[in-house]
């Protein structure tokens, strides 16, 4: 039988703020981590050691990393890309984290826009990489990008998604979190690529990660959860978008997840407070002038 505690990984901080052109300053991002933590929210993905070339606005992961308050039971993962990515955590002497994430995607075509290899590239050099972090003591996530549809080559075929998430796992990721990158899945999609995909892999290593740009993300989020997985991405305010998917919106917003599990069988570990993410969405939705895109956020807001 499976577990009734979700657990959600906020991924504001890094998803919801990677795409932002104006560089937000460091200070906020270091409040918005510790304002996070001290909400309920257990893990928390704080940044990316990718190339500052590509993603500009996370160059200053290491930073942010070495000032933030570190709460007991409180998991602070960053994006790795590759070798350099998780050499510069310089584990053990600073080890601004006990957690990393690598990411590849189902297709070639988004894949080579994100990363600049293919996924089969992708998957030979994150192998070392994955062997070293393990090898250091870290705990190493994955992530299959556009798992549903692809903004360069349409509609994908869940049994690559189901190859990709095998050969992650089998590298020694913990978890792999399925990317509806472009947020154009449905529940009905959802649940077939989920069926697909736990023919080779345990439900309970999967995390369903959705973008709202169609408006299904919520939906989606209850298509995994009859589906068996307790792990679901989500951002303060809505905020995100990956700067290699054109068009796409920011990801379920975290305060529309934890409002829509209320009086369910669900609890969320954690026990995050939603008042207090509610004001944290209108705070950095402030901060980086965007509008608050979590329905819940603007509903309470507005009472
Ligand atoms: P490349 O250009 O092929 O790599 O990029 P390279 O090895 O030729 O390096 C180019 C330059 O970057 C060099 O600098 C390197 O030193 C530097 P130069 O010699 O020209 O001065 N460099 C680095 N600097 C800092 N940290 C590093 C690093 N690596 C190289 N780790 C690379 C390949 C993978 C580096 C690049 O494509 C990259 O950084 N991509 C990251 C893209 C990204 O962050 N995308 C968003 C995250 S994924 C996402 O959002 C999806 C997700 O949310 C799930 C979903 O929604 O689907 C997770
Ligand atoms: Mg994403």
């Avoid at 959802?190 to 299904?216: N, P, Q, R, S, Y």
Wanted: aromatic share 6%; glycine share 10%; with cysteine.
């Amino acid at each position: 039988s499976t577990s009734e505690i979700v657990r959600i990984v906020e991924v504001g901080p890094r998803d919801g703020l990677q795409n932002e052109k104006a560089t937000i300053p460091a200070d906020v991002k270091v409040q918005l981590i510790n304002r996070l933590g001290r909400a309920g929210m257990r893990i928390i993905e704080a940044g990316s050691f990718v190339s500052p070339k590509w993603v500009p606005q996370m160059a200053s992961s290491a930073e942010i990393l070495n000032s933030i308050e570190r709460l007991p039971g409180v998991r602070y993962p960053v994006l790795v890309p590759n070798q350099k990515g998780l050499d510069s955590l310089d584990i053990p002497h600073a080890a601004p984290t006990d957690e990393i994430a690598v990411f590849t995607a189902a297709t070639d075509a988004f894949n080579k826009a994100n990363t600049n290899v293919t996924v089969a590239e992708s998957l030979d050099r994150l192998a070392p990489v994955v062997r070293d972090a393990l090898d250091l003591g870290l705990r190493v996530r994955g992530y299959v990008s556009v798992v549903i549809a692809c903004p360069y080559s349409g509609r994908v075929d869940a049994r690559q998604v189901r190859d990709v998430t095998k050969a992650l796992l089998d590298m020694g990721c913990y978890e792999v979190s399925l990317g509806d990158t472009v947020g154009q899945g449905t529940p009905h999609q959802v649940t077939a690529l989920l069926e697909e995909v736990t023919k080779d892999v345990d439900v309970e290593k999967l995390a369903g990660h959705f973008h709202d740009t169609f408006g299904m993300a919520i939906a989606n989020v209850f298509a995994a959860l009859s589906a068996g997985v307790r792990t679901i991405d989500s951002s303060i305010g809505g905020l995100g978008g990956c700067p290699y998917s054109p068009g796409a919106t920011g990801n379920v917003a975290t305060e529309d997840v934890i409002y829509a599990l209320r009086g369910s069988p669900y609890s969320i570990d954690g026990n995050p407070d939603l008042d207090s993410l509610v004001d944290i969405g209108w705070w950095i939705s402030a901060q980086i002038g965007r509008e608050n895109a979590s329905r819940v956020g603007n509903a309470i807001r507005s009472r």
